[in-house]
């Protein structure tokens, strides 16, 4: 037996040299294939400061390589997966913004019109431009109701006949567009049909060119099959990565979320598939100088994400330099970026300085990154000599001047700190050669190091109310909210932001967005509607003005002929957008409350959490509705226990309601209070409650066909006095 067990054992060494040879450590590590261990930083209780030997990094080399051939052996194809004849373009995809519709660089809601060119005159000014976006019309809206991600695609303004005339413009311009597809979003509304069907349908209505796959590790084959056998083949970009190797197949793209190393990751995916184009996605940092030095070093592309969920995260001067020219090597150097020879870790003549080398017939590029944080200079590369060579330095947009001994040729320049290079070896360079020397020769001029990394939030600014007329008697239905001191404390409730700067809103009293607010401030007395607008007053409305919205799509969506259906007169209106409540009130001569008028008028001066009171008590508030589709609201005035302290009633649990609005450069959104009675279940990424008196919700605003939604109502407030609160 004991021989038989030797025998076994050689025969395991002999069939898996794979794990005999190497250290375990170069084998993936989730995306990341980490580099050889002899690059790293020193520390005192381990390695010194040395450059890899030779003979190192080929160990390393041959490693990764033996696990290459067997990855894709195991995936199915041990000779890659590049994509078909039609979808190409997804391998030169190197700059991708997730871009939010609500942007205001992208809409422009008094004009009612997509404003393509000055989204990309813009993005093409501050860092070269795109070549593909990704637009995102769902989350964090999505869940406010019933609505699915596929009728809030419908809802867009215009709907899918205008979203394909953006699309168009966008296709002018050669940048391909992206939609996301939810797969979690299974808590609203049935769409009737597969996800596959539906999003593959959707894509081809507008003539989109790819679906990203949001929170999705892999889009399964049936999402491409499905979109073949409608004649709109599409590519596939989940966000996870891959569920496995054998994805690659038919997910072309894939974003990453690294972990940064002072000697830079090789990407699993393009390691495995050349073409395979991943962006690098860290959208919270303020500084993307290690995202996009691992993307130039793995030749993949950068998720140029700033408008996260409204929250402006624009790039610093120096990221957005880096950036454009880092596109600009990638882009004009694509085809070289996908060579089988890739070569990672290809040897260099300084400690810190990292370089892959990418053969292509009778040229050579080399992709140099300095994570050392001062400039380095001097000799860089040495290479074996070749007859007839030309070198040039990519990123200075010169040509180099080598130095020749015994078959070797050594290449000396400078890379700034933090910075990148970029290499080329050609016997015979193309005439566009030169034009793009130049073009790099005048931005190198201005060193990287020139432009400032200082970030700030952008500032945000509320839109002002006009006082109504001072009414020394309550009007019709109004209670009076007393003047008092109060202490105004609130928190937004989004899932996503932390506690960065620039996330929720910024009162005018601060200095930036925060999520946090905490602020003293003395209340002049005011009238309040003591309950919600409802349908019958707001039908009372329109048949005195005849007032119709320009964008009216999804108004009063639950109406019919005109009228709300019978037995809802009492019921709290709904789908009605902010514009339309302000016009309401304005023919009241009322007008909406600031969020604090609100938030005052339902705690009172006591802090208390609910209207009612301290503890949570579920007879105060309707019935929670987690059903796929949205039961109506309840009357007004169903539980008077709950009102607050001056009487107002429904403030909490049956619809959210419109307060303020908020705008900065990019974004508008409005304040809601008060939560609603409807809750979709099945995942963590739907619309937030906010039932406590000490939290709101922050709604992105696009237009109002979008805006209006079965679960936000209005009540309005009227003044006492010339005197505004602030």
């Known amino acids: 037996m004991w021989k038989q067990c030797l025998w ?56 990764v390589t033996r696990w290459r051939t067997q990855g894709r052996i195991r995936a199915g194809d041990d000779h890659g997966f590049a994509p078909p004849a039609g979808l190409e373009w997804s391998e030169n995809n190197f700059v991708q913004p997730q871009v939010m519709v609500h942007d205001r660089y992208l809409y422009d809601v008094d004009r009612g019109a997509y404003t393509v060119d000055r989204f990309l005159e813009d993005v093409d000014r501050r860092y070269g431009g795109v070549d593909s976006v990704l637009l995102w019309h769902t989350y964090p809206n999505l869940g406010i109701d019933d609505r699915n991600q596929y009728e809030m695609f419908r809802d867009l303004p215009g709907g899918p006949t205008a979203v394909k005339e953006m699309v168009e413009d966008f296709h002018r311009h050669h940048v391909r567009v992206f939609f996301p597809v ?34 999705t590790t892999g889009l399964p084959r049936i999402f491409a099959e499905t979109a073949e056998s409608l ?8 966000e996870l990565g891959l569920g496995s190797d054998e994805m690659l197949a038919y997910n072309y793209s894939s974003w990453g979320y690294w972990h940064d190393q002072f000697a830079p990751s090789v990407s699993r995916y393009k390691w495995l598939e050349p073409t395979h184009m991943v962006h690098l996605c860290a959208r919270w940092s303020h500084d993307h100088t290690d995202d996009l030095q691992e993307a130039f070093f793995n030749g993949i ?17 120096r990221d957005a330099e880096a950036l454009r020219r880092v596109a600009m090597v990638e882009r004009r150097f694509a085809t070289m970026l996908t060579s089988a020879q890739w070569e990672p870790y290809t040897p260099t003549l300084e400690y810190g300085v990292f370089a892959s080398k990418w053969p292509a017939g009778r040229q050579t590029l080399w992709t140099l990154i300095n994570r050392n944080s001062f400039n380095v200079d001097g000799e860089q590369l040495a290479i074996p000599a070749e007859t007839g060579m030309r070198y040039f330095d990519l990123w200075n947009g010169q040509e180099l001047h080598p130095q020749s001994f015994k078959g070797q040729t050594t290449l000396s320049f400078e890379i700034e700190s933090r910075g990148f290079d970029a290499i080329l070896a050609t016997a015979s360079p193309d005439e566009g050669l030169q034009e793009f020397l130049k073009s790099m020769s005048r931005l190198s001029d201005r060193p990287l190091a020139s432009y400032s990394s200082l970030w700030q939030p952008l ?4 839109v002002e109310m006009p006082a109504t007329k001072s009414y020394a008697q309550a009007p019709d239905g109004m209670v009076l909210i007393p003047a008092g001191d109060f202490r105004f404390q609130v928190n937004g409730v989004e899932i996503e932001g932390m506690d960065e700067d620039g996330v929720d809103f910024q009162y005018p009293w601060e200095d930036s967005p925060r999520r946090y607010h905490d602020h003293l ?109 949205m039961m109506p609201a309840k009357d007004v005035e169903m539980h008077p226990g709950a009102a607050s302290p001056f009487g107002v009633e429904d403030l909490v649990g049956n619809v959210w309601q419109w307060t303020d609005e908020y705008v900065d450069d990019h974004t508008r959104a409005a304040v809601l209070r008060g939560g609603s009675h409807y809750q979709p279940v099945g995942a963590i990424w739907y619309f937030p409650q906010a039932y406590k008196l000490s939290e709101h919700g922050k709604y992105l605003l696009m237009a109002p066909s979008l805006d209006r939604s079965g679960a936000i109502g209005f009540r309005c407030v009227a003044d006492i006095s010339s005197f505004r609160n602030n």
């Open 301 to 317: 592309g950068f998720e140029s994400w700033e408008n996260v969920w409204g929250i402006w995260n624009q790039f610093t001067p």
């Open 231 to 238: 004649h709109h083949p599409i590519v596939f970009e989940p």
């Open 182 to 215: 939810m797969l979690w979003d299974q808590g609203t509304r049935d769409e009737g049909r597969p996800d596959w069907e539906a999003i593959a349908a959707e894509m081809k209505e507008v003539d989109a060119d790819g679906i990203n796959g949001d929170t």
């Open 8 to 63: 076994l054992g050689l025969l395991l060494l002999l069939v898996h040299p794979l794990h005999a040879q190497a250290p375990p450590t170069y084998f993936p590590q989730g995306e990341q294939i980490p580099g050889p261990a002899c690059d790293a930083i020193p520390q005192y209780n381990g390695p010194t400061a040395r450059r890899c030997s030779p003979e190192e990094l080929q160990s390393w080399l041959d490693f």
């Open 459 to 462: 500032k945000m600014h509320i």
């Open 521 to 629: 401030m003395h209340m002049h007395a005011y009238w309040m509607d003591k309950s919600l607008v409802t349908n019958a007053e707001f039908k009372r409305f329109l048949d005195a003005t005849h007032y119709r919205p320009k964008d009216d799509h999804n108004f009063l969506r639950d109406w019919k002929d005109g009228s709300y259906p019978e037995g809802w007169g009492n019921k709290p209106v709904t789908w009605v957008s902010i514009e339309d409540a302000r016009a309401y009130a304005t023919w009241a001569g009322k007008r909406l409350p600031h969020e604090w008028e609100w938030q005052y008028a339902a705690q009172g001066s006591d802090g208390r959490t609910y209207p009612w009171g301290d503890n949570w008590d579920q007879a105060q508030v309707p019935v929670v509705d987690h059903g796929r589709t």
